[in-house]
């Protein structure tokens, strides 16, 4: 049987009377609205009456969702710098808008090549003596054994009770082997170990977008600029709204004339500034980088101004009314009233665009419900 939500007679039998209205608010992007019911007791029992002008809605089961809408500025994201590392002059750099590929040369020091590999973990010290171990011997491994070299088997650790060990990858004879056999393929001299500056490491691909040092220069010091290899949006987000979102996060790209889907994969941990290519000196917002799913959806333009819609929340499959179906009960909480009967008590749940999840007793899809006019 459905929970009706009526008003109790005091003690004496008096009447009482409920005129209240209904004001919520509900994150980002969400409005007020008020919704106002009268109702009366007799000695028969209470009777609910709807307004004189009568407005119905019906109740649909539907996804609903917050969201923030922001506009972004398509390029290639904010630029970072790449500085050398060791001895050595410059002598041949690379031209803007080259993409960096796996073991291939970006620059060339003392005319040797200085190939990339990729990873978190720059070569701070030489890689020589079998048994070092280290996450810059993890890089190591790790892209050798991508380039397609046989490293060998990791080594088991013992690990014992109340003993550190150093994290990373061991330097294995192995591993020597495989770098000096990828040593022979680039040309350089073969030695099986890996003095600091003779490989770059970077996070991932890369396109280079300036460069800052000139042929004949020392390797150590800012030689160039890079930026994501894809285009990318950067969108400026109210500090106080970046909370609920994260990376991997799921959005939708507004294009000229269509819809396209995107993700979230960064967050600037900075003040948006004019290298995050947003507004200067604006210490309110933080960059978020958003990436097309399909580079297709944006090969055809270059800069543009594309609004992104971020979804902070969801609830799939649940049943809403407009706002204004609302009533305030004195007791507490909420109702609605159905066009053909009383009213009924409700939970609300999420509040978005004009609409409220419900749940409760007699609720039932289709059904029709008044609403405030």
Do not use: C
């Not at 499959?317 to 009533?327: E, Y």
């Not at 609409?355 to 899809?365: D, F």
Request: glycine share 12%; no cysteine.
């Amino acid at each position: 049987m459905a929970e009706h939500a009526t008003s109790r007679r005091p003690r004496g039998g008096r009447r009482v009377g409920l005129a209240t209205a209904l004001v919520a608010t509900a994150g980002v992007g969400m409005i007020g609205v008020a919704a106002v019911a009268q109702r009366s007791s007799d000695e028969t029992g209470p009777q609910a009456h709807a307004a004189p002008s009568v407005q119905s809605a019906k109740v649909v089961r539907r996804d609903l969702s917050n969201s923030l809408t922001e506009p972004g500025n398509l390029g290639f994201g904010p630029a970072k710098q790449l500085k050398g590392n060791g001895p050595g002059t410059l002598t041949k750099l690379p031209s803007n808008g080259t993409e960096t590929a796996r073991g291939k040369a970006l620059y060339r020091v003392d005319d040797k090549p200085v190939p990339v590999f990729y990873g978190d973990t720059p070569f701070f010290r030489d890689l020589k003596k079998i048994g070092l171990v280290g996450n810059d011997v993890s890089v190591l491994r790790t892209n050798l054994a991508a380039l397609g070299y046989d490293v060998g088997e990791e080594p088991v650790v013992q690990r014992s009770a109340g003993r550190n060990l150093e994290p990373g990858a061991t330097f294995t004879v192995s591993l020597a082997a495989a770098l000096k056999k990828w040593q022979q393929q680039m040309g350089v001299e073969p030695t099986g170990t890996l003095k600091v500056g003779a490989v770059i490491v970077l996070p991932g691909p890369v396109r280079v977008s300036e460069l800052k040092a000139q042929v004949g220069d020392p390797v150590a010091e800012d030689i160039l600029s890079y930026v994501s290899p894809k285009k990318v949006i950067t969108v400026p987000v109210d500090a106080q709204q970046v909370s609920s979102i994260k990376p991997g996060d799921a959005v939708t790209i507004t294009l000229p004339g269509a819809k396209a889907p995107g993700m979230v994969t960064s967050i600037s941990h900075a003040p948006s500034d004019e290298s995050g290519q947003s507004d200067a000196g604006d210490s309110s917002k933080i960059d978020v980088t958003v990436l097309p799913k399909r580079a297709a959806d944006v090969a055809s333009l270059d800069e543009a101004d594309l609004p992104v819609e971020f979804v902070s929340e969801i609830h799939k499959n649940v049943l809403t009314v407009p706002i204004g179906a609302l009533v305030a009960l004195s007791g507490g909480g909420f109702a609605v009233q159905p066009v053909s009967g009383e009213f009924l008590r409700v939970r609300t749940g999420m509040f978005a665009t004009g609409l409220v999840e419900i749940s409760g007793p007699g609720l039932t899809e289709g059904l029709a419900v008044v609403v405030a006019s």
